[in-house]
């Protein structure tokens, strides 16, 4: 059973701003948000995750809304080579449970 | 480059051949995982082993036989398959045992004929 919600699929424009959405009204208190992607023939890799407040790295950042139900990936100033499927999850922060990735949003960056 | 090698690369296999996929992780984790993505579904977790100890057994036919001979080496020894077995699988890894945080391989695209 899934625990969020994504589009299955989103276009951006090279050079700007990709905002993907994400929907956990189900989520836990003790519930991280992490976010992976896809590019086509290889496997998925690590780009950030978060709890309650707003996280940013090297390669996005991580809007969480107040009341955690929902989120955005954002990658800044997009690419060709974010062309992905991005895969928002929900997981506790500790404990044995592995990861369980749903379908995804494929994110297509147009030149 | 993640650290996490999968051979081979492709693989084309008769359904009465045995054949075994390798994983090997440089990064000193102490947790490995496959999984399996057929096209255009969901990445399914099959095995977690964590410091070489089978965790997770998803429901997985007997058919597939993973093999953990310690932390930095995972193998999948596949045998008798079907078709609709023809997918990518995945190999990861994750420090420290199971962890949120995982290192991909980038994969064996197994055919079965």
């Known amino acids: 059973d899934a625990k969020t919600t994504q589009p299955p699929s989103m276009d951006c424009a090279e050079g700007r701003a990709a905002n993907l959405p994400c929907n956990h009204s189900?989520?836990?208190?003790?519930?991280?948000v992490y976010w992976y992607r896809q590019i086509h023939s290889q496997g998925p890799q690590y780009i950030i995750h978060?709890?309650?407040n707003n996280e940013t790295n090297e390669m996005a950042s991580l809007i969480i809304t107040e009341d955690r139900k929902s989120s955005t990936l954002i990658l800044p100033h997009a690419t060709l080579r974010d062309t992905a499927v991005y895969y928002c999850?929900?997981?506790?922060?500790?404990?044995?449970?592995?990861?369980?990735f749903g379908k995804g949003t494929r994110l297509s960056v147009i030149a | 480059e993640t650290g996490v090698t999968q051979t081979p690369r492709h693989l084309v296999m008769g359904m009465t051949n045995k054949k075994s996929l390798k994983c090997e992780q440089h990064?000193?984790?102490?947790?490995m995982y496959w999984y399996k993505q057929s096209a255009k579904k969901p990445l399914e977790l099959m095995f977690v082993?964590?410091?070489?100890?089978?965790?997770e057994n998803n429901s997985v036919p007997s058919r597939f036989s993973p093999e953990c001979p310690n932390s930095s080496h995972l193998f999948l020894h596949l045998h008798t398959l079907q078709p609709e077995d023809s997918a990518l699988y995945l190999c990861?890894?994750?420090?420290?045992?199971?962890?949120?945080?995982?290192?991909f391989g980038s994969g064996t695209q197994l055919s079965v004929l």
């Open positions: 990861a890894s994750s420090q420290g045992g199971i962890s949120e945080k995982l290192f």
């Open positions: 189900t989520i836990s208190g003790n519930e991280y």
């Open positions: 978060g709890l309650k």
């Open positions: 999850i929900v997981r506790v922060a500790v404990g044995n449970t592995p990861l369980v």
């Open positions: 990064l000193g984790h102490n947790a």
């Open positions: 082993y964590n410091f070489k100890e089978q965790t």
